[in-house]
């Protein structure tokens, strides 16, 4: 199975339904030029100071994202393309509304990150993102909504992604193999839609000199405890002055499990994101 590639433009009805049945879509044109030049623009320092071998919280991180890879994260504190056209961004926000809305008071930010993938680095191990909640993966329901984003052009030689198109449908313990998966070769600006329990992972780097640059990000249930911890990534005097939608994003909104009565996120009993509307926090 290869994977469909979409237009931006495309029906959303036509963007979910390719994304439900394979798991994965290519949307071209999903940033247009402009945006993705001033994106990149915002965030050139900062990855450029980032050391391709930097430590990690265990081992486990280290062999996952090997040391040939530059990272970024905390992006909606650097980045205020990110904030206003990319985590707002109306496929998100629809595709979100469908797939996790239903199970949810409100979803949130799970994870912002760009990496830069250099030459001699080595394919990751397939793994599917949602099994950062392994208790989950039996519900019969969507708990996260990812992308990839092609920052620079994504070809088979730099490490496009490689995907197992259909995979969100394998039983969880099935073994992953590389033979069945596929690179999503695409042009800068695309992106690479998945869902939480598809199977993919970054390819190996075989050019001479070519950097590949792309960002992870993802959405979760508002209820979930998300990958980054967003809180600490963007500070609070940033976020005063952020968007309603962009603080409840990041999770800053309680989440209100009516109709049990319970709620999630609160501070002294109130909900932290009027607090901020009240200059109360």
């Avoid at 959303?12 to 030049?37: K, P």
């Avoid at 496929?91 to 912002?112: E, F, G, V």
């Avoid at 979930?224 to 609070?236: K, Q, S, V």
Wanted: glycine share 6%; aromatic share 8%; charged share 20%.
């Amino acid at each position: 199975m290869r994977l469909q590639t979409l237009s931006a433009a495309s029906p959303i009805a036509e963007i979910q339904a390719v994304l439900e049945e394979q798991g994965a879509v290519i949307v071209e044109g999903f940033l247009d030029t402009e945006t993705l030049a001033r994106f990149n623009r915002e965030v050139d320092a900062a990855l450029s100071a980032e050391a391709p071998n930097r430590p990690f919280m265990s081992d486990v991180y280290s062999h996952f994202f090997g040391q040939k890879t530059r990272h970024l994260t905390a992006i909606a504190a650097r980045s205020p393309t990110f904030r206003d056209r990319l985590l707002l961004h109306p496929i998100y926000r629809q595709l979100c509304d469908a797939l996790l809305l239903p199970y949810c008071a409100h979803y949130q930010l799970n994870y912002s990150h760009i990496f830069e993938i250099c030459p001699g680095s080595q394919r990751q191990p397939l793994h599917r993102d949602g099994l950062c909640w392994p208790q989950l993966q039996e519900l019969p329901y969507e708990i996260e909504v990812a992308s990839i984003l092609a920052l620079t052009e994504f070809t088979a030689d730099n490490g496009a992604t490689l995907v197992i198109p259909g995979s969100h449908r394998w039983p969880m313990d099935r073994v992953l193999d590389y033979k069945d998966a596929v690179p999503a070769v695409m042009p800068a600006g695309a992106a690479l839609l998945y869902l939480g329990r598809t199977a993919h992972a970054a390819g190996s780097n075989r050019t001479d000199g070519e950097l590949r640059r792309g960002m992870h990000v993802s959405f979760c249930l508002g209820w979930l405890r998300t990958e980054e911890n967003n809180y600490l990534a963007t500070p609070l005097e940033q976020v005063r002055n952020f968007p309603p939608e962009v603080q409840q994003l990041l999770g800053y909104r309680a989440h209100d499990a009516a109709p049990t009565g319970g709620c999630l996120g609160v501070y002294n009993m109130l909900d932290p994101i009027e607090l901020i509307a009240r200059r109360e926090l």
